[in-house]
């Protein structure tokens, strides 16, 4: 299977979790955000209340091996998407938190990573709406695209983080009033 097929799959997978719409392309902004190294993560888990040195804090992935530090009172679970695609599940415990919820869908693309920028998602997905796009690095070591879209599943307007490394391809989405949640979150990943 290509890797235009590959992200195809698993787009159709975040739309069997959370829906997916195709709208308008916005021009890619130049400027590279980075994301914080291991060294910096400690600093920021204690700004967004994380306990960095409680395991059960942090989510170690059991067969890929990446781990993030998931924030107090969230659970993380697993359902399998279509194709070759995981689906992590990360939500707030309690009434009144759907929208406090985000999903990380992971797709096996093969041995090489690929490169997620807004020109390459609009080549393979024509009409994705790519909203206030920028370029990320994480870890050091995967790079790709973070961006506001329109997805049904998340009532019309969400935030996505799209990037690559090791041979697998990492979308994930949350409400766009979760933005600063997730992007916290993403900013503890390490591999």
Known sequence: MNKK???IASVAALAL????AVYKFSPQKTEVVEIPSEEQI??????VGV???TAAQRYTH???GFSFSKPEGYTVGSVQGAEATEILLIQKQGEN?????MQVAITKIGPDS???TPDFIQQDLPGTAISDPFEIRLDKKASGIMFYSNNSGFEGSSFEIWFSYGGYA???TTYASSAERLKALISTWTF
Do not use: M, N
């Open 51 to 53: 306990v960095s040195d």
């Open 170 to 172: 990492y979308q994930a």
């Open 5 to 7: 097929h590959i992200i």
């Open 97 to 101: 938190t759907l929208k406090e919820g």
């Open 114 to 116: 690929i490169s997620l």
């Open 62 to 64: 059991p067969t890929i």
């Open 17 to 20: 979790v959370g829906g997916f």
């Open 42 to 47: 400690v600093e920021r888990e204690k700004q």
